[in-house]
């Protein structure tokens, strides 16, 4: 049973990183038909689709927000993160890693809430 | 890269049959089989409950059914339930992202 978990500071000021981590266990991040991925809910709001990453390193991300986001793998640790620069209150959301294929959400892990304030 | 437009809210009675759809554009939902449906109870995960347009994966009802026309996709929930009153999104592949709608509260009468 994959489970995956998230981890990383609930609380940020503005201007600040974000750093998330993403822990997978009960599965290998290398499995070479799934992606890794980032989604976000803001409070009161949708989920929003921030960027995934195959096992080799290609890397996909939401066009609005690529120029803030990096994804990236750990294979030797089975995990994966996200970082997000200059992080303002509108950045305040559920984070979600979750694993994908083919576009598709098949498993998620609990969230994390992370809050911008200063 | 706009969100899929869903309405926000739909509604019906036990046993009644609602649709719910998801227009995207010739470049998202009109171009590619990878349109999925997600169930969301609040405090809870999302759950996948369609994915590539039609299919359902195993355990979830077959009360639930998904379709797409042109730019359209609908989900189509039939012999409504009350643990079907939930938050509702469609998601699709945009070429190299993934791009949600914005959701659609589902009421129980």
């Known amino acids: 049973q994959l489970h995956l978990q998230e981890s990383g500071p609930g609380l940020l000021k503005p201007s600040e990183t974000l750093s998330l981590t993403c822990n997978v266990s009960?599965?290998?991040?290398?499995?070479?038909?799934?992606?890794w991925a980032w989604i976000r809910q803001p409070p009161g709001k949708g989920l929003e689709w921030i960027a995934s990453i195959y096992y080799s390193g290609n890397r996909f991300y939401k066009p609005s927000l690529k120029s803030r986001v990096t994804i990236s793998v750990d294979t030797s640790k089975n995990q994966f993160f996200l970082k997000l620069n200059s992080v303002t209150a509108a950045d305040t959301a559920v984070y979600y890693c979750?694993?994908?294929?083919?576009?598709?959400?098949?498993?998620w892990g609990q969230g994390t809430l992370v809050t911008v304030s200063s | 890269q706009s969100a899929l437009t869903q309405s926000p809210s739909a509604s019906g009675s036990p046993g009644q049959s609602v649709t719910i759809s998801c227009t995207g554009t010739s470049s998202d939902v009109g171009a590619y089989k990878y349109v999925s449906w997600y169930q969301h109870h609040p405090g809870k995960v999302p759950k996948l409950i369609i994915y590539e347009v039609t299919e359902r994966p195993s355990g979830v009802p077959d009360r639930f059914s998904g379709s797409k026309s042109g730019n359209t996709a609908s989900l189509i929930v039939s012999g409504l339930q009350p643990e079907d009153e939930a938050e509702y999104y469609c998601s699709s592949h945009a070429g190299n992202y993934v791009i949600f709608g914005g959701g659609t509260k589902l009421t129980v009468l």
């Open positions: 009960g599965g290998s991040i290398s499995s070479t038909i799934h992606h």
């Open positions: 979750a694993r994908d294929k083919e576009s598709t959400v098949m498993d």
